[in-house]
């Protein structure tokens, strides 16, 4: 067992590797596997080993470092890296910054540790904007894992819950639990209790209920890629959740980085919404629980509409209300 929980860290020089924390054996083992193929990081990723919008990005990034040691060229690399998972935005980010370091011929190992670093700074600074939202005792909930195991370190939604918690506010967190993958039971709920914040666990279909019985003042998410007129798209289950806090005049806010933004996009009808494998439903870890030979849908993520979200968090600051012209001024200014 490592004996500082780091998501993700790149070991030695430019013939070095990565390590990251096998999140799919998370909460019951804290294991950390090593990648030292181009392959290992694809599949990492393509598996969830390694998850959350941020977390994929400085990953491919180190990726390509790893790729480039078997003499393959850039171009096969990035590209190869880019068909692990098609939602997150931050992948495709990382990426074309680590070509863009190519054609310029900067370092690219100093390239990914600086998308590894700069994300931790965004991270905090997230946490620092996103805290003054919250006053003492208040009850949130948040959908999925935008904590530390989804970022460098320290998280996006969840990092607002740990700078309220530095700033001495007690909050208690509803953390839905995700299916089907469940990451907020198992890696919320993890990181919440690591820290010692109150948590409550609840099926995604109980949080109309919570709501109804006024339990939650504030609804704080984290994101896979955000369109210019602030259309969102996050884990399977998001959607709802807006829906819900809107009917019982909760905020709901969204927690990202500016690396989480895609301007090319023009709403969120445009976003490639990832599609997985049906046994994660049928055969949720490894137990059958659905009849041989069901049909089944399985999107692993949804597109909550601008109207819904009151505000975005972002490093430099919060952008409300959620408009192109808004958004515009935030992203393109940073
Ligand atoms: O399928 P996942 O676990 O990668 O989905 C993750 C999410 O939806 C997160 O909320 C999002 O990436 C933001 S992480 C800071």
């Known amino acids: ?14 013939n070095g590797h990565l390590v990251l924390i096998d999140q799919t054996r998370l909460p019951m083992e804290l294991v950390e596997i090593e990648c030292r193929t181009v392959e290992s990081v694809w599949e990492a990723i393509k598996q969830l080993r390694v ?29 190869y890296l ?50 003054e939202l919250l006053a003492n005792n208040t009850g949130v909930l948040t959908h ?37 993958l469940l990451q907020g039971a198992r ?18 279909n109980m949080a109309a209920q919570v709501m109804r019985e006024g339990k939650v003042q504030a609804v704080i998410v984290g994101a896979d890629r955000i369109t210019a007129n602030g259309d969102t798209a996050n884990k399977i289950g998001t959607y709802s959740v807006a829906v819900l ?4 005049q909760i905020p709901f806010y969204v927690a ?12 969120g009808d445009l976003i490639p919404i990832e599609q997985r494998s049906s046994t994660e439903i049928t055969h949720g870890f490894g137990k059958q ?23 975005i968090i972002t490093e430099h600051g919060i952008i409300e209300p959620v408009t192109k012209a808004t958004i515009a001024a935030m992203v393109q200014s940073s």
């Open 51 to 79: 998850r959350g919008a941020p977390a994929i990005g400085i990953s491919a990034a180190y990726g390509v470092i790893v790729g480039l040691q078997s003499g393959r060229p850039l171009e096969e690399i990035t590209a």
């Open 187 to 204: 890696l919320t709920a993890w990181e919440l209790a690591q820290r010692g914040i109150k948590a409550t666990l609840i099926c995604d």
């Open 256 to 267: 990202a980085p500016t690396s989480t933004f895609d301007l090319s996009l023009e709403s």
């Open 82 to 131: 880019a068909s692990s998972r098609p939602t997150a935005v931050n992948l495709f980010w990382a990426l074309e910054r680590m070509k863009k370091a190519a054609l310029e011929k900067r370092n690219l190992l100093a390239e990914a540790r600086a998308i590894h670093e700069e994300d931790r700074a965004m991270c905090h600074a997230i946490g620092r904007y996103g805290a």
């Open 245 to 248: 806090a809107q009917a019982h």
């Open 1 to 14: 067992m490592p004996n500082k929980v780091e998501t993700l860290r790149w070991l030695g020089d430019e």
């Open 144 to 180: 999925c894992n935008a904590g530390g195991l989804a970022t460098a370190e320290y998280g996006t939604a969840l990092s607002v819950f740990f700078t309220a918690q530095d700033q001495g506010k007690q909050l208690h967190v509803f953390v839905d639990e995700t299916r089907p």
């Open 289 to 311: 629980t659905a009849p041989e030979g069901i049909d089944v849908y399985n999107p692993a993520f949804d597109v909550t509409p601008a109207r819904l979200i009151k505000g």
